[in-house]
Nanobody, 131 residues
C-alpha cells in the first residue's frame, strides 16, 4: 500500500521557519518524482515544489523561490521542505504528492498545479503563519 505521511506543520510567526517531512512507504521511492502542494482556505490546490529522484533537479513556485528548499533522502524514503521567512500568505495545508514519471514530465503537474495527475497523496499537514 502506497503511503505518504507528512509531519512538521504548526503555528509560526511571520518571518519564522518550519521544516516539513514526508515519510514514504509501499513503493520504490526513487522511481517517483515527489514534491509538495498546498491549499489555502478557499483556494485551489497549488504546486509548491518538486524534486527529481535522479539528478536533484528542482522546481519552485515563484511565490516560494528563495525561501523554501526541497530535498529528499533516498536512504530514509523521506522528502523534506525547509521553509524560511514565512509569510501569512503561506498559511495552508501542505500535501506531499508523488508521480510515477521522470522529473521533466512530472514537474508539469506542479508547474500547472494539476493535482489530478498525481499518483499518491499524503493526508496533509497544516501550516499557520501569524502576522
Amino acid at each position: 500500500e502506497v503511503q505518504l505521511v507528512e509531519s512538521g506543520g504548526g503555528l509560526v510567526q511571520a518571518g519564522g521557519s518550519l521544516r516539513l517531512s514526508c515519510a514514504a512507504s509501499g513503493f520504490t521511492f526513487d522511481d517517483y518524482t515527489i514534491g509538495w502542494f498546498r491549499q489555502a482556505p478557499g483556494k485551489e490546490r497549488e504546486g509548491v515544489s518538486c524534486i527529481s529522484s535522479t539528478d536533484g533537479s528542482t522546481y519552485y513556485a515563484d511565490s516560494v523561490k528563495g525561501r523554501f528548499t526541497i530535498s529528499r533522502d533516498s536512504a530514509k524514503n523521506t522528502l523534506y521542505l525547509q521553509m524560511h521567512s514565512l509569510k501569512p500568505e503561506d498559511t495552508a495545508v501542505y500535501y506531499c504528492a508523488a508521480l510515477f514519471a521522470p522529473f521533466w514530465t512530472a514537474s508539469v503537474a506542479w508547474i500547472e498545479s494539476r493535482s489530478g495527475a498525481l499518483d499518491a497523496w499524503g493526508q496533509g499537514t497544516l501550516v499557520t503563519v501569524s502576522s
